[in-house]
T-cell receptor, first 116, second 116 residues
Framework: AQKVTQAQTEISVVEKEDVTLDCVYETRDTTYYLFWYKQPPSGELVFLIRRNSFDEQNEISGRYSWNFQKSTSSFNFTITASQVVDSAVYFCALSEAEAAGNKLTFGGGTRVLVKP | GAGVSQSPRYKVTKRGQDVALRCDPISGHVSLYWYRQALGQGPEFLTYFNYEAQQDKSGLPNDRFSAERPEGSISTLTIQRTEQRDSAMYRC??????????????FGPGTRLTVL
């Protein structure tokens, strides 16, 4: 069965510092998809990024970047030059291509607090 | 365009009462998902639909929980004889393609259910 672990429960940084969120996953599928979602204090869940298991190229999108390593089953997410508006709970999630539908399995979330 | 909407946003009920939670997905989205999120945890899958067909209900905790999507658009999650342990945020999500794992799911604002 699939599993997503976010070992960090809370991270506190000062504005403009970089913050890296760890995500480790377990799956028996060879094709799967990884996601990061953001849950700001207002409570909604906002999609941030998606990655396919067959594409390990790491990318940067604005202040966001991610490091996908299949060898260690990790999908880490970095916010560069953090801002107060980045304060939120961040969830890593996994969906398996071979499973019926694409239900998401979420990690427990990491709360990020960016102080001015 | 309009996102996923859910109603009511907040529901307080007494133990033993039935509740019905409504989800209106993004127009044209084929797949609809229900998740439950306990405080301080990540969302957990309950059930999902492609069009009007319920494809997977493996996440429903017990037979007090049911869901329907009779016309392939709006969905209702019903909890009968509510118990205090049912208190949580109930989230609905929709995605464009039927069961395509790479499609991101767009979440609604959620319904906060409190059972007294």
């Amino acid at each position: 069965a699939q599993k997503v672990t976010q070992a960090q429960t809370e991270i506190s940084v000062v504005e403009k510092e970089d913050v890296t969120l760890d995500c480790v996953y377990e799956t028996r599928d060879t094709t799967y998809y990884l996601f990061w979602y953001k849950q700001p204090p207002s409570g909604e869940l906002v999609f941030l990024i998606r990655r396919n298991s067959f594409d390990e190229q790491n990318e940067i999108s604005g202040r966001y970047s991610w490091n996908f390593q299949k060898s260690t089953s990790s999908f880490n997410f970095t916010i560069t030059a953090s801002q107060v508006v980045d304060s939120a709970v961040y969830f890593c999630a996994l969906s398996e291509a071979e499973a019926a539908g694409n239900k998401l399995t979420f990690g427990g979330g990491t709360r990020v607090l960016v102080k001015p | 365009g309009a996102g996923v909407s859910q109603s009511p946003r907040y529901k307080v009920t007494k133990r033993g009462q039935d509740v019905a939670l409504r989800c209106d997905p993004i127009s044209g989205h084929v797949s609809l998902y229900w998740y439950r999120q306990a405080l301080g945890q990540g969302p957990e899958f309950l059930t999902y639909f492609n069009y009007e067909a319920q494809q997977d209900k493996s996440g429903l905790p017990n037979d007090r929980f049911s869901a329907e999507r009779p016309e392939g658009s709006i969905s209702t999650l019903t909890i009968q004889r509510t118990e205090q342990r049912d208190s949580a945020m109930y989230r609905c999500a929709s995605s464009l393609s039927p069961g395509a794992s790479y499609n991101e799911q767009f979440f609604g604002p959620g319904t906060r259910l409190t059972v007294l």
